[in-house]
C-alpha cells in the first residue's frame, strides 16, 4: 500500500467507500448480510481508511461500518473513519446534532475526518464553520474537509476553518477531469490538500478503451486496477472504491501497489480524448 502523509496524518492511498453499504438513500435491511461481509473483508485484507456518510442508507452505512468495526475487534485507533454532514444539515445547530447522531450510529467516541458533504443552496461557511470547528476543539472530530466543493468555495472553507482542510472529496477518474478543468486539483496539490477521488472505476468504457486493455495487458492487471493506480500514482490524491465482492475488494487493495511509468500515465491521462475509445 502506498500513502499519503499531509499535515502529520498518514493516509492509505485507497481506501473503502461504502455507497450502497446497507441501501442507497434508504436503509435496505435485505442488503445488511452482504454489506457486512463486505466491510469484513475489507477488514480482514487490511482497508484501514473507511468514508460513510448521514446521507448512505440514511445513517444504517454507519451503524454497519461501526458494527463490523467492533466484531472485528481491530483497534479504533488503528482506523481512519471518515463521515460526512448533508447541506440540509449546515446551520450552526445542526452541525451538532448531525455529528453526535453519526457517532451514535458508529458507536465512536469520534470521527477522524467530517466533511461537509455538498455545497447547499444558500449556505453560508460562516455559520457553519463555527460548528465544526468547535467540534474539532471538543475532540468529537479530528479533521475537517469538504466534498463536491469548486476553487472559490474551497478557498473560502480554508479561510474559515480553524484547522487545514484535510481534503475536497470529488468526483475524479480516468474519463471525468472536471476538478482537474476547474482548478481544484491544481490548487489541492500545490497548498498540502489531499483530493480523494470518488467514483473512481464508475465508467461504461472501463473495459473496451484501447489505451487501458493494453496497459492491463502490460501489468497482467485488470481495468479497474490500473484505473485506480493511475489516480494513485499522482500527488495528494487518494480514492475509495467500493465493491462487494471479495476479490475486486482485494484487486482494489492490490492496485496501490502497480508501478506505472510516466509515459503510461500521459496515455492514461489522454486515453478518453475523442477516438481513443
Given at each position: 500500500?502506498k500513502?499519503?502523509?499531509?499535515?502529520?496524518?498518514t493516509?492509505?492511498?485507497?481506501?473503502?467507500?461504502?455507497?450502497?453499504?446497507?441501501?442507497?438513500a434508504?436503509?435496505n435491511?435485505?442488503?445488511?448480510?452482504?454489506?457486512?461481509?463486505?466491510?469484513?473483508?475489507?477488514?480482514?485484507?487490511?482497508?484501514?481508511?473507511?468514508?460513510t456518510?448521514?446521507?448512505?442508507?440514511?445513517?444504517?452505512?454507519?451503524e454497519?461500518?461501526?458494527?463490523?468495526?467492533?466484531?472485528?475487534?481491530?483497534?479504533?485507533?488503528?482506523?481512519?473513519?471518515?463521515?460526512?454532514?448533508?447541506?440540509?444539515?449546515?446551520?450552526?445547530?445542526?452541525?451538532?446534532?448531525?455529528?453526535?447522531?453519526?457517532?451514535?450510529?458508529?458507536?465512536?467516541?469520534?470521527?477522524?475526518?467530517?466533511?461537509?458533504?455538498?455545497?447547499?443552496?444558500?449556505?453560508?461557511l460562516?455559520?457553519?464553520?463555527?460548528?465544526?470547528?468547535?467540534?474539532?476543539?471538543?475532540?468529537?472530530?479530528?479533521?475537517?474537509?469538504?466534498?463536491?466543493?469548486?476553487?472559490?468555495?474551497?478557498?473560502?472553507?480554508?479561510?474559515?476553518?480553524e484547522?487545514?482542510?484535510?481534503?475536497?472529496?470529488?468526483?475524479?477518474?480516468?474519463p471525468?477531469?472536471?476538478?482537474?478543468?476547474?482548478?481544484?486539483?491544481?490548487?489541492?496539490?500545490?497548498?498540502?490538500?489531499?483530493?480523494?477521488?470518488?467514483?473512481?472505476?464508475?465508467?461504461?468504457?472501463?473495459?473496451v478503451?484501447?489505451?487501458?486493455?493494453e496497459?492491463?495487458?502490460?501489468?497482467?492487471?485488470?481495468?479497474?486496477q490500473?484505473?485506480?493506480?493511475?489516480?494513485?500514482?499522482?500527488?495528494?490524491?487518494?480514492?475509495?472504491p467500493?465493491?462487494?465482492?471479495?476479490?475486486?475488494?482485494?484487486?482494489?487493495?492490490?492496485?496501490?501497489?502497480?508501478?506505472?511509468?510516466?509515459?503510461?500515465m500521459?496515455?492514461?491521462?489522454?486515453?478518453?480524448?475523442?477516438g481513443?475509445?
Open positions: 500500500m500513502y499519503e502523509t499531509i499535515h502529520k496524518i493516509l492509505p492511498k485507497i481506501g473503502f467507500g461504502t455507497w450502497k453499504i446497507g441501501g442507497e434508504l436503509p435491511p435485505a442488503w445488511d448480510t452482504k454489506s457486512l461481509a463486505a466491510l469484513r473483508s475489507a477488514l480482514e485484507i487490511g482497508y484501514t481508511h473507511f468514508d456518510a448521514e446521507y448512505y442508507a440514511a445513517g444504517h452505512s454507519e454497519l461500518v461501526g458494527r463490523a468495526v467492533r466484531e472485528s475487534n481491530t483497534k479504533r485507533e488503528n482506523l481512519f473513519i471518515t463521515s460526512k454532514v448533508s447541506p440540509e444539515h449546515l446551520n450552526y445547530d445542526d452541525v451538532f446534532k448531525s455529528c453526535e447522531n453519526s457517532l451514535r450510529r458508529l458507536k465512536m467516541d469520534y470521527i477522524d475526518l467530517y466533511l461537509i458533504h455538498w455545497p447547499g443552496r444558500g449556505m453560508k460562516e455559520k457553519t464553520f463555527p460548528a465544526l470547528n468547535k467540534l474539532v476543539r471538543d475532540g468529537k472530530v479530528k479533521h475537517l474537509g469538504v466534498s463536491n466543493f469548486n476553487l472559490k468555495l474551497l478557498k473560502q472553507s480554508q479561510g474559515y476553518s484547522t487545514p482542510i484535510l481534503t475536497n472529496q470529488v468526483p475524479y477518474s480516468l471525468d477531469h472536471s476538478y482537474v478543468e476547474n482548478g481544484v486539483l491544481e490548487y489541492c496539490q500545490q497548498n498540502d490538500i489531499l483530493v480523494t477521488a470518488y467514483s473512481p472505476v464508475k465508467f461504461r468504457s472501463i473495459r478503451n484501447k489505451t487501458l486493455k496497459i492491463t495487458n502490460a501489468h497482467s492487471a485488470t481495468p479497474f490500473i484505473a485506480l493506480a493511475w489516480l494513485v500514482m499522482q500527488p495528494r490524491v487518494i480514492t475509495i467500493t465493491s462487494f465482492d471479495p476479490q475486486h475488494i482485494k484487486e482494489n487493495f492490490d492496485a496501490a501497489d502497480i508501478l506505472l511509468s510516466a509515459d503510461e500521459t496515455r492514461l491521462g489522454n486515453a478518453w480524448n475523442k481513443n475509445v
